[in-house]
Structure formats: structure tokens, C-alpha cells
């Protein structure tokens, strides 16, 4: 009896080493970033089996001035849920409150903090992707362009993002006939628009910061692959600039595919009307499986 407390302080010290430290399953509000005492938040989803798991940083769009972690991005969530990724869904600072390039700093936050927590939550740190919709393609488009050792990733999903401001800005102006000009006008009205990267006009100097802010600008040699998504009746994001962005990266010898949602219209959710328009759930799937190497 007296070996009893000795034996059970030695069982609770080694006990840790040997019980899975797997976190698995849904946990919602998971802080990943404090900038200027804002709490920044995440979602995760986590598979139940042995992994590790590879894994999906989604980043939703809302014109830069609103959405949430759960706003817009749920038919992707599905998507990589079924097909047993692992994902975290963030939030990040929105305008008018922020502008360029802040919320990009979140993304990258988001990446940092995801990789140095990818193990505990049973997640590949070397199969992780970088996924956004609309204005939050632009922010993973970006990041991916501007890629530090610290913030790369093994592969970036873009749906429908502007990845040339300059082009998608003068589109608007010159031929407004195109596009929801409603929808836009009220995201420049809070914050949105050319006014996210503080800009009034579409002037010389107003072209050129849009150009000096545009992904497909900074395409360069030995980024990770790039897969894009794209409606082709998109009446807020101009489909053009999706091909135009993989030329840009084929040129450079860098892998970037296509997948067009023939008259596809703004938003993933809009697609979910049209069985055949759902093609790009299993070409999703497979890119990534491929992309990332998966073991299945």
C-alpha cells in the first residue's frame, strides 16, 4: 500500500507521453492573432482517424468590408469535410475600420499560427493549402505572391479572385454594363473597392498603386501551384483575369490550373442551384490530393 502513491505519481508523469495527443473533431472561436488588442479568430475541423491530416486554410470573401469565418465558404467546407482535409476557416480585419495591407498581415498570422499548431492538431504541416473566395482570394492571392519561408504553403486555391485590381478597376469603369455595379458601390461606400487600398480616383497614380498591389504582377519563379476557380457569367470579379493570371504563371514555369464554371455566376453558393455546375467539388478533391500528395 505505501508503493501505491509512488507508483501513481510515476503513472500520471509518463502518462502524457503515451496518450494520443490528437485534437480531432470541431472547435469554433479558437483565437490565432491579437493585432493591436483585436482578437482574431478560427475555426477548426479536424478528421477522427490517425492522420496527421492535410489540411485547407480557408479565407472568406465579402468585398473586404464584411463576412465571417462562416459566411459564403460553406460548400467548400463540405467539400473538404467529405473528403477528410482538415481545415481552419478565419476571420480577419475588415474596412472601414482596416485597410490594405492589414488584412493580409492576418492571413499570414493565420498561416504562421496554423503551422506552428498543424502537429497538435494531428495536421501535415507540409500538406497545407491556402484557400479564399472573391475579396478573399485577393488576400491568399497576395500572400501567395509575397511568400516568406515562414508563410509558404504547398498549394493556393483561388475562387474567383481579383488578381489584377488594375484590369478588374478599369473593367468597372469602362464598361459598368458588365458587372453589379449596386453590389460594388456599397462595398466602396463602407470601405471596399479602390477606397480598401486608399484610393479616391482611378488617376495615373491610382492605376499604378492598384498594379503595384496586384498578384498577377507578382508572379514569380518557384511559387507553389496555383489552382483557380471561376464562374464564366462572373458579374463581379471579371472572368478574364483568372486565365490571364495562369499564362502569367506558366511563363515563369510556375503549375497553375483552371477549372471554369461554364456560366458560372459570383459565389460558390450560386452554383449549388445547377447539378452541373458541381464538377469542381471532385476536380477540387483530386487537385489537392495530387497538389498536396496525399497518401490516399
Known amino acids: 500500500m505505501r508503493l501505491l502513491p509512488a507508483i501513481l505519481a510515476a503513472t500520471l508523469l509518463v502518462a502524457p507521453v503515451f496518450a494520443p495527443f490528437v485534437l480531432a473533431g470541431d472547435k469554433t472561436d479558437v483565437e490565432y492573432s491579437r493585432p493591436n488588442g483585436t482578437p482574431l479568430l478560427l475555426d477548426i475541423h479536424v478528421p477522427e482517424g490517425k492522420g496527421p491530416f492535410p489540411g485547407v486554410i480557408v479565407v472568406h470573401g465579402g468585398g473586404f468590408d464584411q463576412g465571417t469565418k462562416k459566411s459564403y465558404v460553406g460548400p467548400v467546407l463540405d467539400v473538404l469535410t467529405k473528403a477528410n482535409f482538415a481545415w481552419f476557416s478565419i476571420d480577419y480585419r475588415l474596412a472601414p475600420a482596416a485597410r ?121 519563379k518557384g511559387m507553389a501551384p496555383f489552382l483557380i476557380i471561376h464562374g464564366t457569367a462572373d458579374e463581379q470579379v471579371a472572368f478574364e483575369l483568372s486565365p490571364a493570371m495562369c499564362d502569367a504563371m506558366k511563363k515563369v514555369g510556375a503549375a497553375c490550373d483552371l477549372i471554369p464554371i461554364q456560366g458560372g455566376k459570383h459565389g460558390m453558393g450560386s452554383w449549388e442551384k445547377d447539378p452541373a455546375m458541381s464538377h469542381w467539388k471532385p476536380e477540387l478533391v483530386a487537385w489537392l490530393k495530387n497538389t498536396l500528395k496525399t497518401d490516399d
Open 100 to 220: 490594405f495591407p492589414q488584412p493580409v498581415e492576418d492571413v499570414n498570422s493565420a498561416i504562421k499560427w496554423v503551422k506552428a499548431n498543424a502537429k497538435a492538431w494531428n495536421v501535415d504541416p507540409a500538406k497545407l493549402a491556402l484557400l479564399g473566395e472573391s475579396a478573399g482570394a485577393y488576400l491568399i492571392t497576395y500572400a501567395a505572391t509575397h511568400e516568406t519561408p515562414e508563410t509558404r504553403l504547398a498549394a493556393t486555391v483561388d475562387f474567383y479572385g481579383p488578381t489584377d485590381y488594375e484590369k478588374q478597376a478599369t473593367l468597372r469603369r469602362d464598361h459598368p454594363e458588365r458587372f453589379d455595379m449596386a453590389s460594388a458601390n456599397r462595398h466602396l461606400a463602407n470601405g471596399g473597392g479602390i477606397r480598401y487600398f486608399g484610393l479616391e480616383t482611378l488617376d495615373e497614380k491610382g492605376l499604378a498603386r492598384l498594379r503595384e498591389v496586384s498578384a498577377i504582377h507578382a508572379v514569380h
